[in-house]
């Protein structure tokens, strides 16, 4: 191997040296293990870790590839789940202390999906409660703490904020999260990693639990995009428990992951979206702008049919609809221990009339062929993921969400991916967001590879976690 720690390598490297018989799953599981024994009581990525049945696996898996029994090229990974994602028997909290002893009856699809493909689950990650959250804070279950700064707390984003976090530290090679307004791409910019928001039906959410169901996206979150496009494809698929998995144009981004974007048509944000970014943000942005061209793609104006911002308040509207109806009996009940931020956004739901709720619905489909038109002949448009670079906790207004950038991706039911492309001040990661068509994952992972492939953000680890 190229490193005696094998908590530095993408999964892509894992695999390879695992299939070779050069490292061990038992001995990968417990760096992994070993890591988090000594960097979790700081970070706080997760709620509960599976130690002992991790060991377990790690050598039924060791056993059957050295006896040429291995399943795959994912036998042995060690993986990690947020906290949204039942296994049958295991407490699901879904972020809220209300739910600190809720058991699951079920498995999720993509849970039992990775697990029958050789995957290691090392243990459930924090999330914001109910998922109602971009900051990535918990008030009262903790809020992971983004390691990119080791002395002053910062937002880690969320609500998918314990992934991040574990991906970012090298607590795991990899974590699965959930996207409704921003969540896995959030946490990829704030703690420097890479997430895909997948289109929905591309995932099974059956045994996920919901926020917003017409929202609602799993997603990988990775070091790298070619890790991602693995992670991805080892999840989707049609799923007979969930109905939008049927039916869909099939999608495999690996034979085309590396083909390069000579040719391809990128647009760039207006300037009027400009506004929300922070000057270096704006600054990594342009300089990916400068890279991706000077890769072959051609950098385009668009002329969006709509402000960003107005997006997100439509978004906003469905997601406080929809999980008021899944959640009114805990936030109606005053009594009920919950975070103290989540419960206002989640109240806002239940003085929405029905006709409010309909016209959201009816205002998505009418503006996602408005905006498909607007984007006719070009192959994916550009954003930063988040505003700013990562904040202090005690400078963060929770009437507000860090969300400008994202939100209509969900709204407008698109997919993208976010991945490191800066570095701003004291070394705070900064984030580019590719977004493409609906159901066009293989373009975004695409553009994803080329521009990680000539840059060496995704190489940048937190300080003193070498």
């Given at each position: ?16 040296e695992?299939v070779a018989?050069?490292l061990?799953?038992?001995?990968l599981?417990e760096?992994?293990?070993d890591?988090i024994r ?8 997760f709620v509960e ?11 039924a ?5 050295r ?31 209300a739910w ?11 849970a ?11 243990g459930?990650t924090?999330?914001?409660e109910?998922a ?26 969320g609500?998918?904020?314990g992934?991040?976090?574990?991906v970012?530290a ?9 996207d409704?307004?921003?969540s896995?791409r959030?946490?990829?910019?704030w ?9 929905v039906?591309?995932?099974?959410t ?13 997603g990988?979150?990775?070091r ?7 992670l ?9 428990l969930?109905?939008?998995?049927e ?10 992951l590396k083909?390069?974007i ?6 760039r ?7 929300y ?18 890769l ?11 402000g960003?911002?107005?997006v ?9 609809a ?13 009594t ?7 419960r ?7 003085t929405?009339?029905?006709q409010a ?17 607007a984007l006719?002949?070009i ?11 990562a904040l202090?906790l005690d ?11 994202t939100?209509?991706g ?8 976010s991945l ?18 609906g159901?066009d ?20 680890r937190?300080?003193?976690l070498?």
């Amino acid at each position: 191997m190229t490193t005696t720690d094998p908590t530095l390598l993408p999964v892509s490297h894992l695999s390879q040296e695992i299939v070779a018989r050069r490292l061990s799953p038992v001995d990968l599981t417990e760096a992994y293990l070993d890591r988090i024994r000594r960097q979790e009581p700081k970070l706080q990525a997760f709620v509960e870790v599976y130690a002992d049945e991790a060991r377990q696996a790690a050598q039924a898996a060791d056993l059957a590839i050295r006896s040429g029994h291995a399943i795959g090229p994912l036998h042995g990974i060690p993986v990690a789940l947020k906290d949204l994602i039942e296994m049958e028997g295991r407490i699901v909290t879904g972020g809220s202390e209300a739910w600190r002893q809720r058991r699951a009856t079920r498995t999720a699809t993509l849970a039992r999906r990775l697990i029958a493909q050789g995957m290691i689950v090392l243990g459930k990650t924090h999330t914001v409660e109910f998922a109602m959250g971009g900051w990535g804070t918990n008030s009262r279950l903790g809020t992971p703490w983004n390691p990119w700064d080791p002395d002053r707390q910062r937002t880690p984003g969320g609500s998918s904020s314990g992934s991040g976090v574990a991906v970012a530290a090298g607590l795991a090679p990899w974590a699965v999260g959930t996207d409704t307004g921003g969540s896995v791409r959030m946490p990829a910019s704030w703690c420097g990693i890479t997430a895909l928001k997948t289109t929905v039906g591309r995932i099974s959410t059956y045994g996920v639990l919901p926020l917003s169901p017409t929202l609602d996206t799993p997603g990988p979150m990775t070091r790298t995009v070619e890790d991602a496009a693995v992670l991805y494809m080892a999840m989707q698929g049609p799923d007979p428990l969930e109905p939008r998995t049927e039916r869909l144009p099939a999608s495999d981004p690996l034979p085309g992951l590396k083909r390069g974007i000579r040719g391809l048509r990128l647009a760039r944000m207006p300037d009027t979206e400009r506004t929300y970014a922070s000057a270096e943000v704006l600054a990594a942005y342009d300089a990916s702008l400068v890279e991706l061209e000077r890769l072959g793609a051609e950098i385009v104006d668009v002329a969006l049919p709509f402000g960003l911002a107005d997006v997100a308040a439509l978004n906003l509207r469905i997601m406080a609809a929809e999980s008021y109806t899944l959640h009114h009996e805990l936030v109606d009940d005053e009594t009920s221990p919950l975070d103290p931020h989540v419960r206002p956004r989640i109240l806002a739901g239940r003085t929405l009339t029905a006709q409010a709720y309909i016209d959201a619905l009816q205002q998505r489909e009418e503006m996602k062929q408005v905006f498909g038109r607007a984007l006719d002949g070009i192959d994916a448009f550009l954003t930063p993921s988040t505003m700013t670079t990562a904040l202090p906790l005690d400078e963060v207004d929770q009437t507000t969400a860090p969300a400008h950038f994202t939100r209509f991706g969900n709204f407008l039911d698109l997919c993208a991916v976010s991945l490191p492309n800066g570095a701003g001040a004291g070394g705070l990661p900064t984030s580019l967001q590719i977004v493409c068509r609906g159901y066009d994952e293989a373009t975004a992972l695409r553009i994803g590879w080329a521009y990680q492939n000539a840059t060496e953000w995704h190489l940048r680890r937190p300080p003193g976690l070498a």
